[in-house]
C-alpha cells in the first residue's frame, strides 16, 4: 500500500510539473500592437509552440496591472517611461529589456474624409482641429502623451484642448473616428493602417514628440519556462519582420 501511495504521489508531481509547462505564456501588450503580436503568436505557434494568451490594453493600465500583482510573463510597452516605472520597482529582469520596434503619430480621419490637415502655421492647423471634437487617448496612456507634447510643440494645444475627446487608449480613440463620433483622432500610424474606415490625414514631425518605441521584457514574476523564448523570437530578425509588414519600425 506503502509503494502505491510513493507511485501515485511522484505521478501527480509529474502531471502538476507537465500542466505547468504547458501553459502559455501571458503576454501584457500595448493595444497598438493588436494585429501584430497576434500574428506573431501565430508564427510561433505554427513552429510547434503553444500559443501564448494575450492581453491589450493601454500600457498604463497593464503596467498598473504588474504592480498589483498580475502572474504575466511578458510586458510589451508603446513607450520607455511605464517599462521605466516597472523597472524601478524591480518587477521586470533587466536584462531581457530590449526596445525593438518604432511607430509615427498620425491625425486619422473617416475613410471618406476631404478634409486636409496643415501642421503649419499653427493658426491653419488649430482651425481644422478644432472645428470638431477631436478624439484623443488619455495623458496617462502613451498616445495621448505624445499626442498632447506634438500640439504643445507645435504651439496649439491651448486652443485644442477644449475640443478634445478622451479615450481610454489608442484603439477606443480609433473607434470613435470609425462611427463618427470625432472627425478626427490622433493615432499611431499602424492604428489607422489596420483600419479600412480611416485614412491618414496628417503625419506628425518627428521631431514634436518624444520618440515612439516599443520596449519588451520578461516580468519577474514569469515561470513560464516557455516566456523568455517567445521575447526572444519578437526580438529577432524574423519576429521584428512581422511587425514591419503591420507597419511598424524595426529598432
Same mark, same amino acid.
Given at each position: 500500500?506503502?509503494?502505491?501511495?510513493?507511485?501515485?504521489?511522484?505521478?501527480?508531481?509529474?502531471? %502538476?510539473?507537465? !500542466?505547468?509547462?504547458?501553459?502559455?505564456?501571458? *503576454?501584457?501588450?500595448? =493595444?497598438? #500592437?493588436?494585429?501584430? &503580436? $497576434? /500574428?506573431?503568436?501565430?508564427?510561433?505557434?505554427?513552429?510547434?509552440?503553444?500559443?501564448?494568451?494575450?492581453?491589450?490594453?493601454?500600457?498604463?493600465?497593464?503596467?498598473?496591472?504588474?504592480?498589483?500583482?498580475?502572474?504575466?510573463?511578458?510586458?510589451?510597452?508603446?513607450?520607455?517611461?511605464?517599462?521605466?516605472?516597472?523597472?524601478?520597482?524591480?518587477?521586470?529582469?533587466?536584462?531581457?529589456?530590449?526596445?525593438?520596434?518604432?511607430?509615427?503619430?498620425?491625425? %486619422?480621419?473617416? !475613410?471618406?474624409?476631404?478634409?486636409?490637415?496643415? *501642421?503649419?502655421?499653427? =493658426?491653419? #492647423?488649430?482651425?481644422? &482641429? $478644432? /472645428?470638431?471634437?477631436?478624439?484623443?487617448?488619455?495623458?496617462?496612456?502613451?498616445?495621448?502623451?505624445?499626442?498632447?507634447?506634438?500640439?504643445?510643440?507645435?504651439?496649439?494645444?491651448?486652443?485644442?484642448?477644449?475640443?478634445?475627446?478622451?479615450?481610454?487608449?489608442?484603439?477606443?480613440?480609433?473607434?470613435?473616428?470609425?462611427?463618427?463620433?470625432?472627425?478626427?483622432?490622433?493615432?499611431?500610424?499602424?492604428?489607422?493602417?489596420?483600419?479600412?474606415?480611416?485614412?491618414?490625414?496628417?503625419?506628425?514631425?518627428?521631431?514634436?514628440?518624444?520618440?515612439?518605441?516599443?520596449?519588451?521584457?520578461?516580468?519577474?514574476?514569469?515561470?513560464?519556462?516557455?516566456?523568455?523564448?517567445?521575447?526572444?523570437?519578437?526580438?529577432?530578425?524574423?519576429?521584428?519582420?512581422?511587425?514591419?509588414?503591420?507597419?511598424?519600425?524595426?529598432?
Amino acid at each position: 500500500m506503502r509503494y502505491l501511495i510513493v507511485v501515485t504521489a511522484v505521478t501527480t508531481s509529474i502531471a %502538476a510539473s507537465g !500542466a505547468q509547462a504547458q501553459r502559455p505564456p501571458l *503576454v501584457l501588450a500595448a =493595444a497598438s #500592437l493588436q494585429e501584430s &503580436l $497576434t /500574428a506573431a503568436a501565430d508564427v510561433w505557434a505554427r513552429k510547434g509552440h503553444i500559443k501564448p494568451t494575450i492581453s491589450f490594453a493601454a500600457s498604463s493600465a497593464l503596467a498598473r496591472q504588474v504592480e498589483s500583482g498580475a502572474p504575466a510573463d511578458l510586458f510589451v510597452s508603446a513607450d520607455e517611461d511605464w517599462m521605466n516605472e516597472l523597472a524601478k520597482k524591480n518587477l521586470i529582469v533587466a536584462s531581457t529589456r530590449v526596445t525593438f520596434l518604432g511607430n509615427r503619430l498620425v491625425v %486619422a480621419a473617416p !475613410a471618406g474624409s476631404k478634409i486636409r490637415i496643415p *501642421v503649419r502655421p499653427p =493658426a491653419a #492647423l488649430a482651425r481644422v &482641429l $478644432t /472645428a470638431g471634437p477631436l478624439a484623443m487617448a488619455d495623458t496617462a496612456v502613451p498616445a495621448g502623451k505624445y499626442g498632447q507634447a506634438s500640439l504643445e510643440k507645435l504651439g496649439v494645444w491651448a486652443q485644442v484642448a477644449p475640443r478634445v475627446v478622451r479615450a481610454e487608449n489608442v484603439r477606443a480613440t480609433l473607434a470613435l473616428v470609425e462611427r463618427g463620433a470625432a472627425p478626427l483622432g490622433i493615432v499611431y500610424a499602424t492604428d489607422a493602417k489596420a483600419s479600412a474606415k480611416v485614412r491618414i490625414a496628417s503625419v506628425f514631425p518627428e521631431n514634436t514628440h518624444p520618440a515612439i518605441t516599443y520596449p519588451v521584457a520578461r516580468l519577474k514574476a514569469s515561470t513560464n519556462p516557455d516566456a523568455e523564448a517567445f521575447r526572444r523570437f519578437l526580438v529577432s530578425r524574423e519576429g521584428k519582420a512581422i511587425f514591419v509588414r503591420y507597419g511598424f519600425s524595426a529598432r
